[in-house]
């Protein structure tokens, strides 16, 4: 048995600590907090609680921290637990900065544990399907690809955290990364990038983004938002093959080519969780949980999500963050 300790108890905290009910051979055994939600979360749940990962894993036996604190405490949470010897999983993005990733895999390679990063798209079916496609040729090459990710401005974050800059990475990191590590994933990193962003007079960050990534043979645009109206949550992409245009709605994934029927991808998850909060029944965190307690039993790096890819990403929204302002 994987015995984890949830360091966070906030919306994505109780997320995986409801995926990993699911999942056999996983078990949360703690919880680390100190708000007064930690506080109910572990009376609700029957598990101890302690003020710090220090703390809990001399008390505790545990294999795994998985960390689901606000972006700017991941460098200080993962390394804590990398200290403690022991496995760590963080939500995303792994860090601000590039410099702050590399020293947390540093660390896990000196202490001679894994560190694995959430980047739970790559774990939807939509994108394992492009993956699929993408690999395979099926369609020919990809020529042209757009991915748009649009929210109402988010209103769950604590304390504003999430609009201050310097603890959250603001849309590009909370929002975009999403798309761009997909994008990353599937066509490899850009050669050029460029990007307008706007944002209402009252607003001390920018609500609107349009990217375009330059490649050798294609170009990529993408979308992202958070938008000062109450707007259905948008997740959507399209990819022009030589031989296809696939698309995903948001509700479907569909290829259609020249003088055939269309194609409808089978991308209903067989096993669907409720997260606990207003997100509904889903398979992408069970498969990313999953996921990552098989590379934990093998003590391997994921190659779903593995560290250049994270590094990359990290780099580029680095830049874009920098030049926004």
Known sequence: MIKVALVGTGGMGIVHY?????????????????????????????????????SMAQAQQVDVVDVCTPTFLHKQHVMEGLR???????????????QDAVEMYALADKMGKQLY???????????????????????????DAFFERLSACPRWAQDGWLFDKEKSGLLPFDL?????????SLFGVPRSFSFTSCGGRDKAYKEHYRFLYGYEDMNVAAEAAWFNADIP???RWRVYFENAMVINDGTSVVAYQMDRELRVFDTEDAI???????????????????????CVRKNIPSERV??????A?????????????
Not at 306 to 311: A, D, F, G, M, S
């Open 84 to 98: 403690m010897g022991l496995h760590a999983i963080t939500e995303k993005p792994i860090a601000l900065h590039q």
């Open 313 to 325: 990403v990290v780099e580029l929204l680095e830049k874009i963050v920098a030049g926004s302002y």
């Open 233 to 235: 949550f948008t997740a």
């Open 18 to 54: 409801s995926n990993y009910a699911h999942i056999d051979g996983a078990e949360v055994t703690a919880l680390v907090g100190i708000a007064p939600q930690s506080r109910e979360c572990a009376e609700k749940w029957g598990l101890p609680l302690y003020a710090d990962i220090q």
């Open 176 to 184: 975009h990364i999403h798309d761009l590590d997909a994008i990353v």
């Open 117 to 143: 990063v959430g980047q739970v798209l790559q774990f939807t079916r939509e994108i394992e399907v492009l993956h699929s496609l993408v690999e395979s040729g099926e369609y020919g090459k990809p020529l």
């Open 272 to 294: 669907k969780i409720p997260t606990g909060i207003n997100l509904p029944p889903t398979g992408m965190f069970y498969r990313e949980l999953t996921h990552y307690m098989d």
């Open 306 to 311: 593995p560290r250049r890819q994270v590094l």
